[in-house]
């Protein structure tokens, strides 16, 4: 049992930043891969970002490449996105999610994680 709890969402103009947190608890596993999706209204849950709890491995959607980092502390169990230069376009629910299904690797596809968060809204108004 897994549980993920994500932080840090909120309002804020466009141009300016917010920092997404994602704490897991429950069970410990020597690898897998976090991610980071988003929902908008009316929209198919879309892939954000990744990154392996191993080597640090990432990958980012072309629609926040440059403006968001996702990054890791496996001491605390937590992942974090970094965003930069948002846009009216980013306004969703963004969810954190884990994959530890092998392999290991990075899928941009929601089907691929196993366990997903319950969501933190983040609206830019422009």
């Known amino acids: 049992q897994v549980q993920l709890v994500e932080s840090g969402g909120g309002l804020v103009q466009a141009g300016g930043s917010l920092r997404l947190s994602c704490a897991a608890s429950g069970r410990t596993f020597s690898n897998y891969v976090l991610g980071w999706f988003r929902q908008a209204p009316g929209k198919e849950r879309e892939f954000v970002a990744a990154i392996t709890r191993s080597d640090g491995s990432t990958n980012y959607a072309d629609s926040v490449k440059g403006r968001f980092t996702i990054s890791r502390d496996n001491a605390k169990n937590t992942v974090y996105l970094r965003m930069n230069s948002l846009k009216p376009e980013d306004t969703a629910v963004y969810y954190c999610?884990?994959?530890?299904?092998?392999?290991?690797?990075?899928?941009?596809?929601?089907?691929?994680?196993?366990?997903w968060g319950q969501g933190t809204q983040v609206t830019v108004s422009s």
């Open positions: 999610a884990i994959r530890t299904k092998s392999p290991v690797v990075i899928v941009p596809s929601t089907r691929a994680y196993d366990y």
